[in-house]
């Protein structure tokens, strides 16, 4: 589904001019309102004077930066936030996610992909609501129940441990979005875990494994740019979107790659959310 962005309002703050003039170009060249701020004080009166649909946050900023002002934002609303911004080492990313952005954008950016992920952060934020919480999940393929604990691959039941069911239920809940790996051992494995990102890797595999149609290009649990973390991708798309791609000579059906790890034998299929390497499809998922 694509944004109409004529009835969009857009807040943009950066401290450099030609950031905030160039981000203004872009976004009404589309139809979209636009309003720019060149700090923390005069943006969070824009926010509170025009309600906008989406924000637009650089990071290296006086007085106050922008993963400050990002959770500054979070206290008082529930708009979309992406940052735009120079850094980007992973760290800087995984800060910006903490911080309550839903999306991270490094410069230079392409125009074209920024405006796309843009209008998928508009939609999923459904105008400063939070998106519904999905404990479903159905495709041709796959079957997720969280309620009631069950997980069908190919109308067969799919039997996870603990972990993995606990792993498989906060991706879920939280479908779509960037998932860190600070934010999935806390949820998962607790607080006193400590930063130990191999157990989520141990545990993905596993989930892989036992789910996806082809594990090594997954189409479900897919790797976040820059490896700060997975998100569970739910095609909003109808099913009848997703293409199967049968297999019908016995060398391809003997191939590892096409077998779940109970050793059935499983439909390929592609996501029109994830690209053939298992990223986000960017164009799909606006």
């Not at 390929?268 to 164009?283: D, H």
Request: hydrophobic letters at 40%; a negative charge; aromatic letters at 8%.
């Amino acid at each position: 589904m694509d944004i109409n962005l004529q009835d969009k309002t857009i807040v943009v703050i950066d401290d450099e001019f030609s950031q905030r003039k160039l981000l203004y170009l872009i976004f009404t060249k589309g139809g979209a309102n636009v309003h720019t701020a060149a700090g923390h004080q005069e943006g969070l009166a824009l926010l509170e004077t025009h309600a906008p649909d989406l924000m637009l946050i650089d990071i290296m900023m006086p007085e106050v930066d922008g993963i400050t002002l990002c959770r500054q934002v979070r206290e008082i609303s529930d708009v979309p936030i992406i940052i735009v911004s120079a850094k980007r080492r992973p760290e800087d990313v995984v800060a910006g996610l903490r911080a309550g952005a839903d999306d991270y954008i490094i410069k230079p950016y392409d125009f074209k992909v920024l405006v796309e992920r843009a209008k998928a952060a508009i939609r999923r934020g459904k105008n400063g609501l939070h998106a519904p919480v999905h404990t479903t999940f159905r495709d041709d393929v796959l079957f997720i129940d969280l309620e009631n604990q069950r997980v069908i691959v190919e109308d067969e039941p799919v039997k996870l441990d603990g972990i993995e069911f606990a792993l498989l239920d906060y991706l879920v809940r939280n479908a779509n979005k960037p998932c860190t790996y600070s934010d999935i051992l806390v949820n998962v494995w607790g607080e006193n875990c400590g930063y130990r990102p191999e157990y989520i890797h141990a545990y993905i595999w596993r989930l892989r494994q036992k789910i996806e149609p082809s594990p090594k290009q997954p189409v479900y649990f897919v790797t976040e740019d820059n490896d700060v973390g997975f998100r569970f991708i739910f095609a909003e798309a109808p099913a009848a979107e997703k293409t199967p791609l049968t297999v019908e000579s016995n060398s391809a059906k003997s191939q590892p790659g096409n077998q779940a790890a109970n050793g059935r034998q499983m439909r390929m299929y592609t996501n029109p959310l994830v690209t053939a390497n298992g990223r986000l499809n960017l164009a799909a998922s606006s």
